[in-house]
């Protein structure tokens, strides 16, 4: 089965077309959270942020500040959140990298699936340790 963002990228399939150049493009989402969610891609296809080279992740946050910026003059939201997920476990559910902008406002009804909680400051710390040791 093709991608869908593939789809979207080739023309194949319409969006609501937000921004593009030569590596990026950025479209409203058909499923917004909420007013003015925009999704931002790679046109190249990579399925997430682990087959993605750090050079496209680049080009993508280069693509959404401007983007976050002109979602704020024009909805002047609270607020905003970037939102990616990557495999299942973490609700990635189309498989080509994409970096939701989801504007946010008080009282809106959008709620996040987590609660933070105090961590285990040691635990943290040795996780923290294991991460900069594999860069």
Not at 19 to 41: R, S
Not at 116 to 122: K, L, M, T
Request: one cysteine or more; a negative charge.
């Amino acid at each position: 089965m093709e991608c869908i963002f593939c789809a979207i990228v080739e023309g194949k399939i319409p969006s609501a077309k937000v921004y593009e150049n030569e590596h990026v493009f950025a479209f409203m989402d058909i499923a917004p959270a909420n007013p003015g969610h925009l999704l931002v891609i790679p046109k190249q296809h990579y399925r997430n942020i682990f087959d993605m080279p750090a050079d496209v992740g680049s080009k993508i946050m280069e693509a959404a500040i401007p983007l976050a910026a002109a979602i704020r003059e024009t909805l002047n939201p609270d607020g905003l959140n970037l939102f990616q997920s990557n495999e299942p476990a973490a609700f990635q559910t189309v498989f080509h990298f994409h970096l939701h902008l989801i504007p946010r406002w008080e009282g809106d009804p959008l709620r996040l699936p987590w609660r933070p909680s105090e961590g285990n400051i040691d635990e943290i710390n040795n996780i923290a340790s294991k991460i900069s040791k594999a860069l």
